[in-house]
Every structure is written in structure tokens, then in C-alpha cells.
């Protein structure tokens, strides 16, 4: 595996949402991510400008839970679908899946991560109703 792929692989993109996050063919990510092309520096940029917005989100999870008192359950809404994730911010559902995934990393063994679709609990529903305000 190449960085170029392990960074798509990190950020929860598959290499068609690849392609289209950076205006790129697809061909083209597959080269990048084979190894047999260099990855254009711009490419690089968008990638860690996407990365760094998951572990602020990730952070400001961590925050809230820590000020929440540090329950034993985080539930976490994640997109249904890529239209819902981009109306969000997020380039897929993996993106924004991937910020769950940091989350965890970052509370580790203090508390259970639970992901689902946003609104499907009390939880995911008042927060998909405080990120509408």
C-alpha cells in the first residue's frame, strides 16, 4: 500500500470519491494510489485540509463528551448517504464516518462508541437539530 492510499484509506474516501473531492479522474487516482504517478502536491493540500477538519471534529466530540460529564455510551450520528454528508460539509459518508473512528481514538476505553444513522436516537436527533441552528 502506498500513503497516497493509506491516506484516502484514513480519511474514509474510497478512490472514486477520491476523484471527485480533487477534480480528478479516476485513472488518475488509481495511478496515484498504485504508486506509478507522484501525487500532485494540490491533492496533498485538499487531503490534510480534509483530514485536519476530522480531527477538529473529533475534538470538539471529545470536548463535548468530557463536559458531559464523560458517559459510559457516546452515540454518534453519522450521514445516511453521501447527499446527506455533503449538505453537511462532508465529501461521503466514510469522511464523516471517519470522524466517529477519531472520535474513538481519542476517548479510547473510557467510553463505548456507538455510530448510527443522525436523528435515529434522542441523542443523534438533538444534535442534527443543534447543527440546523
Excluded at 500500500?1 to 470519491?17: D, N, P, V
Excluded at 480533487?22 to 487516482?29: A, K
Amino acid at each position: 500500500m502506498t500513503l497516497f492510499a493509506s491516506i484516502l484509506a484514513a480519511c474514509g474516501l474510497s478512490q472514486s470519491e477520491a476523484a471527485e473531492l480533487l477534480g480528478v479522474r479516476l485513472d488518475t487516482v488509481k495511478s496515484w494510489s498504485s504508486g506509478r504517478r507522484t501525487v500532485s502536491p494540490g491533492a496533498l493540500s485538499e487531503l490534510l485540509a480534509l483530514a485536519r477538519r476530522q480531527d477538529r471534529a473529533a475534538a470538539e466530540a471529545a470536548e463535548a463528551w468530557r463536559q458531559a460529564g464523560r458517559p459510559e455510551r457516546v452515540e454518534v450520528g453519522v450521514a445516511a448517504d453521501d447527499h446527506e454528508a455533503r449538505s453537511l460539509g462532508w465529501p461521503s459518508v466514510g469522511a464523516h464516518l471517519a470522524v466517529a473512528r477519531r472520535l474513538w481514538e481519542l476517548i479510547g476505553d473510557q467510553a463505548t462508541v456507538v455510530v448510527g444513522p443522525r436523528g435515529a436516537t434522542q441523542a443523534t436527533a438533538a444534535a442534527a437539530d443543534a447543527h440546523r441552528r
